[in-house]
């Protein structure tokens, strides 16, 4: 869950400052100084929107790393290190995918995480919460599921799908910025835009943005029940299902905060459209209907 959440955030704050860095440079003059040039935009949409996915997901290693206070394990202080090497060595040999770092990081609840611009350097992370609260077999299936989604690329194909998204969403706030500063000027033939066009830019960028989150959440949900499959091929089919049952545990012992919520225990009607997680009972359901 979390690597999705810092994707989406450093992709949206990038973008928007790609976005701020071509009209303060005037470089998207061209596509207002004489009416809209849709095939001119669209080319500058697509720069927009990939370049922002692009360095999203180059940067995701490093804001994981500094925004969750992951600890690299370089040399295994203890026999928790050591033994949670060697299955991240031995998932990652039999997944086909180079050796990840591995990390722990602090908190309470269980949680873990993988991310990286590619299958052969990317990090899998866990929390102290989950170390502490689960079985060796469960926290083995966990990190199976997580190595898989390094396996399946899915955080490259995500961002492949976020640049598309970002591309129009781009496009289409330009149209709508242009459209509204056209009609509050009076339709008059001025050069360039006026303030109207900006505000307007921007804040349909955020709304239509807010939209295409729920595409990125779709896919991240359909990725899930993949991710949980592989870990039960890595580490057994019954050792994912006992992984999964014990965030459950863990969510009827108590109130969990809202980002455990979003790792697919909770949510209902509309949000759970924004979940980024399928709800614990479909993915159980999942694996015990598997052949």
């Not at 061209?30 to 949409?45: C, F, I, K």
């Not at 180079?98 to 722990?104: A, D, L, Q, S, T």
């Not at 309470?108 to 060796?136: E, I, W, Y």
Request: proline share 2%; glycine share 10%.
């Amino acid at each position: 869950m979390m690597r999705i959440l810092l994707f989406l955030a450093t992709n949206v704050a990038v973008m928007i400052v790609i976005s701020i860095l071509f009209n303060l440079l005037g470089l998207s003059g061209y596509v207002n100084a004489q009416g809209l040039d849709l095939g001119a935009l669209l080319m500058m949409s697509a720069v927009i929107g990939v370049t922002g996915s692009v360095i999203s997901l180059a940067m995701s290693k490093t804001m994981a790393k500094s925004s969750m206070g992951v600890q690299v394990i370089a040399q295994p202080q203890n026999q928790t290190e050591k033994w949670l090497v060697d299955i991240v060595t031995k998932q990652a040999q039999k997944a086909g995918i180079g050796m990840p770092e591995v990390g722990i990081f602090q908190a309470p609840v269980a949680n873990a995480f993988a991310t990286g611009m590619n299958r052969n350097n990317a990090l899998v992370a866990v929390s102290t919460g989950l170390l502490q609260s689960m079985t060796p077999d469960e926290v083995e299936a966990v990190v199976g599921h997580e190595i898989t989604h390094v396996a399946n690329g899915d955080m490259v194909t995500m961002a492949l799908m976020q640049g598309v998204l970002n591309t129009f969403v781009y496009f289409f706030a330009t149209i709508i910025g242009h459209v509204v500063d056209r009609a509050l000027s009076g339709n008059d033939e001025r050069s360039g835009v006026g303030m109207g066009y900006y505000l307007v830019q921007m804040i349909a960028q955020i709304a239509l943005g807010f939209l295409a989150s729920m595409l990125v959440c779709w896919f991240s949900r359909y990725r899930e029940f993949h991710a949980d499959a592989g870990g039960a091929n890595l580490a057994g089919k019954e050792k994912m299902i006992g992984a999964l049952r014990a965030l459950q545990r863990g969510h009827e012992a108590e109130e969990l905060p809202g980002q455990f919520a979003a790792f697919g225990i909770n949510g209902g009607g509309i949000q759970k459209l924004f979940m980024t997680h399928p709800p614990l009972e479909e993915r159980i359901a999942a694996l015990q209907n598997a052949k």
